[in-house]
């Protein structure tokens, strides 16, 4: 009897061993060994992800994925993902997030990149999430792409170069007897002056080495000579004219040195003028009106003397002939 006891009593503590070692390879399989710390970031798209998916860091596992949050954020849906990572585990706060694999066949992952900030990222921080590196997705998204440009931009493409070559097509067919039969004929012309073209290039450049051999290349080396002393001569007129510039430019500034120096003198003699014109224009009036009466002075002295020149010789008017007033 009391061996039967002992036997329970040993399959029993072998059970609630082997019930341990269960649990402590469970735990040790979802990384929930130890404390840990609450990190968080965010993605767009989070295919892959679930609890319980890895957490590592530049390669190295630190923790898994607790949590996956759905939030709208100014009308556009992403998600927040919850981590927990190793307590004390350092992060700078400028590293980075991505969903990855490691492989074709592998299970995704949330990489952290290590960033090199001296700041850490504290518990609870947020890690910034980055387009997920995923093959798989990049290639699904480039195939919907290239479908969209393929309904939209190829086959509209296609259809019209069809009709262009077609119409094409039509044309040549249509037009190819006469094109076919002016090109033979521009062909035959070509021949048939061809010989007359040699000809004429030959006398061109007969006639060529004629005007530069003999005495003409002494004058085209004379011709040169003067060409290249007109160009001497230009120069030296062009240094000439600098020359008289800078002597221009001196007598200017002697100007402009001798009315700085004049300039009370010259603003006094201003004042001056304008007081005189200012005095002319108040007495101008004044100065009209006189020449007026004495023109009509003078006016009257001329037709004096037309009527009777004699006043010139005696001086005295003649008698009045009018009969006296009573």
């Known amino acids: 009897m009391k061996s039967g ?53 530049e390669g190295f596992r630190i923790g898994q994925v607790e949590d996956i949050v759905p939030l709208r954020e100014g009308g556009k849906l992403r998600f927040r993902v919850e981590m927990s990572v190793r307590e004390g585990w350092q992060i700078p706060v400028n590293s980075t997030a991505r969903i990855a694999s490691a492989g074709l066949l592998s299970a995704v992952a949330v990489n952290i990149r290590a960033g090199d900030s001296p700041t850490l990222l504290p518990p609870g921080g947020t890690v910034e999430g980055l387009a997920s590196g995923d093959l798989f997705s990049t290639m699904s998204e480039m195939a919907g792409e290239f479908g969209e440009l393929n309904r939209t931009g190829l086959k509209p493409l296609i259809q019209s170069l069809r009709v262009y070559m077609d119409a094409l097509g039509g044309s040549l067919t249509e037009n190819a007897p006469t094109v076919l039969a002016n090109v033979s004929a521009v062909t035959t012309d070509l021949a048939a002056k061809t010989p007359a073209i040699t000809d004429n290039v030959r006398a061109f450049t007969a006639n060529l080495s004629h005007s530069t051999g003999g005495e003409n290349t002494a004058k085209i080396g004379r011709t040169l000579d003067n060409i290249e002393r007109a160009s001497q001569t230009f120069a030296a007129l062009g240094a000439d004219m600098h020359g008289t510039r800078e002597k221009l430019d001196a007598v200017l500034t002697a100007v402009n040195g001798t009315v700085s120096d004049n300039r009370k003198a010259i603003d006094g003699s201003t004042e001056d003028l304008r007081y005189i014109l200012s ?18 002075n003078m006016y009257e002295l001329s037709r004096e003397l037309r009527q009777n020149p004699g006043l010139i010789l005696s001086g005295k008017p003649p008698a009045d002939e009018a009969p006296a007033r009573r």
């Open 279 to 296: 005095a002319l224009a108040r007495h101008v009036d004044a100065v009209s009106r006189n020449l007026e009466g004495a023109s009509r």
């Open 5 to 57: 006891r002992n036997g329970y009593v040993i399959v029993g503590g072998f059970v609630l061993l082997m019930l341990a070692a269960m649990v402590a390879s469970m735990a040790l399989l979802a990384g929930r060994t130890g404390t840990t710390d609450t990190y968080h970031t965010t993605f767009d798209n989070v295919g892959g992800l679930k609890f319980g998916t890895l957490v590592l860091y």
